[in-house]
């Protein structure tokens, strides 16, 4: 899923250890989320590499990525939104070309094919 929002807020990082020795880091931020008559707020997550692949900062409007799971505990549902890629809004997307310097005035467009000769000898083309 994505959605598009502003950064609101970056709650504490959180770190511990787990069953190995290496250990797991997670980063919560919430998001209000552009649209819409009333404000809606998101808390998304980014766990371990990916705090460091996508540096996040208060103000920043992005497009976030993310997997949506729940679970149950004891009866009740938790839910966690974790965020898997982020796009800056006035950065560059992957799929767009990047500026080279060059001038970015388009190339000439494609030349047509001749058209062929229909000459009226009264048989249908098909």
Do not use: H
């Amino acid at each position: 899923m994505d959605i598009k929002g502003k950064i609101e807020q970056i709650l504490p990082l959180q770190s511990g250890t787990g069953k190995t020795a290496a250990g797991w880091r997670k980063q919560e931020f919430i998001i209000d989320i552009e649209g819409g008559q009333y404000p809606r707020k998101l808390c998304l997550e980014l766990w371990g590499e990916k705090i460091d692949q996508f540096p996040i900062q208060i103000g920043q409007t992005s497009t976030f990525y993310f997997d949506a799971e729940s679970r149950e505990f004891n009866g009740r549902w938790y839910t966690n939104m974790k965020c898997w890629k982020i796009d800056a809004a006035d950065a560059p997307a992957n799929n767009r070309p990047q500026n080279t310097g060059q001038s970015s005035t388009p190339s000439a467009p494609p030349v047509a094919p001749p058209m062929p000769d229909l000459s009226d000898d009264g048989d249908l083309p098909f």
